[in-house]
T-cell receptor, first 113, second 112 residues
Framework: QQQVKQSPQSLIVQKGGISIINCAYE??????FPWYQQFPGKGPALLIA?????SEKKEGRFTISFNKSAKQFSLHIMDSQPGDSATYFC????????????FGKGTTLSVSS | NAGVTQTPKFRVLKTGQSMTLLCAQD?????MYWYRQDPGMGLRLIHY???????AKGEVPDGYNVSRLKKQNFLLGLESAAPSQTSVYFC???????????FGPGTRLTVT
């Protein structure tokens, strides 16, 4: 049973465009939803995260939109740049000792110049 | 601070061989995790540790063992490697009370 479903699997966006990646979760007890960015040959790095008590969080060109009733959250990358080309993972977790991140399967973003 | 480091970066094993992957962190984090990453599968948890001397199974623990003898180190062992264990392995750590996990650079393992 996949607890976090991510789409699309791949995405091609033109420079300056908006990239949107969507995730849906099943466990309503999840209380922390991070997005990780991974470049080839590197480990994932935290990009931005949100808790379910807010509907939106913005950091620079990156925004998370959160819909608690629909159990969905999404990452929006405004003014996408070639340097944003990477694999993006959404994740979710519980606030319990030892609980690890449950990851989506990832979205490979290519920003064409 | 070096953060989370992993040794080795690459390794090729033959079926049935054994090896140990080392993860080290210098951030004094209590929690440490081992994930494997396979194409189209995201990252899946193998084992984790909530402190020195304690370990627990994750989603895909079969074929792996772990040890946390020192707070800063978390070892992942493969006793008898199988081709299905060909993957990229990531270690991560976090501080108690914090939610962010810090990942190492990964170890690419190929089992032939």
């Amino acid at each position: 049973q996949q607890q976090v479903k991510q789409s699309p699997q791949s995405l091609i966006v033109q420079k300056g465009g908006i990239s949107i990646i969507n995730c849906a979760y099943e466990n309503t007890a999840f209380d922390y939803f991070p997005w990780y960015q991974q470049f080839p040959g590197k480990g994932p790095a935290l990009l931005i995260a949100i808790r379910p008590d807010v509907s939106e969080k913005k950091e620079g060109r990156f925004t998370i939109s959160f819909n608690k009733s629909a159990k969905q959250f999404s990452l929006h990358i405004m003014d996408s740049q070639p340097g944003d080309s990477a694999t993006y993972f959404c994740a979710a977790t519980l606030n319990q000792a030892g609980t690890a991140l449950i990851f989506g399967k990832g979205t490979t973003l290519s920003v064409s110049s | 601070n070096a953060g989370v480091t992993q040794t080795p970066k690459f390794r090729v094993l033959k079926t049935g061989q054994s090896m140990t992957l080392l993860c080290a962190q210098d951030m004094n984090h209590e929690y440490m995790y081992w994930y494997r990453q396979d194409p189209g599968m995201g990252l899946r948890l193998i084992h984790y540790s909530v402190g020195e001397g304690t370990t627990a199974k994750g989603e895909v623990p079969d074929g792996y063992n772990v040890s946390r003898l020192k707070k800063q180190n978390f070892l992942l062992g493969l006793e008898s490697a199988a081709p299905s264990q060909t993957s990229v392995y990531f270690c991560a750590s976090r501080l108690t009370g914090a939610r962010e996990q810090y990942f190492g650079p990964g170890t690419r393992l190929t089992v032939t």
